[in-house]
């Protein structure tokens, strides 16, 4: 999988919109770009997961620009139930033997 | 709700115990995986297992021991840990390795005393 660089962590508040970048410059023609979320002791979601230009679903979207070396997560209005760490991951959706290889996330803190 | 299931939630063991982890999909998936999370660090991932045969041993100690009889079920067996073995063990399928969306269950927390 190619390698991923976020920001550690981020802070926002109740109702706002948020937005984390991660940047992903090596990577290649064949990767997806895959978001997900994990709660304190709890195992990873799979929240969003795109190829190029912009995805939605009921929980976030996901902007790609042009030259796909970045990407960002989009968290409209959040809540205080949205703290938790989020990965970024890049890699084919049916790429080789590895499981999935995550970093260290960006732990967003939402206060009220 | 995930589709995976682990049991159990928690576990406190001696150092001279033997004690299993258990994980379960019924989503038809055929890659199952073994994580662990300690305190404060990144997941590592443990064991890959594809149609039941391990592809993927990421040089974990021979303490931990896992165990695929089924594309449905997966086992770590555990025997002679250490404390700082204790963490959050996670399971993970995906309907074939290296796909990006996984789906995990909510992990055993593990407590080496």
């Known amino acids: 999988l190619a390698k991923t660089t976020q920001p550690i962590s981020m802070d926002s508040y109740e109702g706002q919109e948020v937005n984390i970048t991660c940047s992903h410059n090596?990577?290649?023609?064949?990767?997806?770009i895959t978001w997900y979320q994990q709660f304190p002791s709890q195992g990873p979601r799979f929240i969003i997961q795109?190829?190029?230009t912009k995805v939605t679903n009921e929980v976030a979207s996901l902007f790609i620009p042009a030259d796909r070396k970045s990407s960002t997560l989009s968290l409209p209005r959040v809540s205080l139930s949205d703290t938790a760490v989020y990965y970024c991951?890049?890699?084919?959706?049916?790429?080789?033997?590895?499981?999935?290889?995550f970093g260290k996330g960006t732990h967003l803190i939402i206060q009220p | 709700e995930t589709g995976v299931t682990q049991t159990p939630r928690h576990l406190v063991m001696g150092m001279t115990n033997k004690k299993s982890l258990k994980c379960e999909q019924h989503?038809?998936?055929?890659?199952m995986y073994w994580y662990k999370q300690s305190a404060k660090k990144p997941l590592e991932l443990m064991f890959v297992?594809?149609?039941?045969?391990?592809?993927e041993n990421n040089s974990v100690p021979s303490r931990f021991s896992p165990e695929c009889p089924n594309s449905s079920h997966l086992f770590l067996h555990l025997h002679t840990l250490q404390p700082e073995d204790s963490a959050l063990y996670l399971c993970?399928?995906?309907?074939?390795?290296?796909?990006?969306?996984?789906?995990f269950g909510q992990g055993t927390r593990l407590t080496v005393v």
């Open positions: 993970a399928s995906s309907q074939a390795t290296g796909w990006t969306e996984a789906f």
């Open positions: 090596n990577i290649a023609t064949n990767d997806y």
């Open positions: 795109g190829y190029k």
């Open positions: 991951l890049v890699g084919d959706t049916r790429g080789g033997a590895d499981g999935l290889t």
């Open positions: 989503l038809g998936h055929n890659a």
């Open positions: 297992y594809s149609l039941e045969e391990r592809v």
